[in-house]
């Protein structure tokens, strides 16, 4: 992920910059991995990709879910939920 940051690729595109901070949040250790989610989550233009948006709360979800913040991942769960119901997306 070092190089990922390194390499200015975050740098090229709003949605680049979302996965680039979704992939550091799958990939972070316990302590910092809700604060790459929270920068992926909160990027301008993240809701211009509702899709990628929904599945980057799923991963934020299982990470909250094995930091045993059940609640929290609940949270993230309904509102991917909420994102795929609105597109229409199936499984």
Request: proline share 5%; glycine share 2%.
């Amino acid at each position: 992920m070092a190089d990922i940051h390194h390499s200015g690729v975050a740098d090229l595109s709003p949605r680049l910059a979302i996965v680039a901070a979704a992939a550091t949040g799958r990939t972070a250790p316990a302590a910092s991995f809700r604060e790459a989610f929270d920068s992926a989550l909160a990027t301008p233009a993240a809701s211009r990709w509702p899709f990628a948006q929904a599945r980057i709360r799923l991963a934020y979800a299982e990470r909250l879910r094995r930091a045993q913040s059940a609640s929290e991942a609940r949270h993230q769960l309904r509102k991917a939920l909420d994102t795929f119901e609105r597109l229409r997306a199936a499984p």
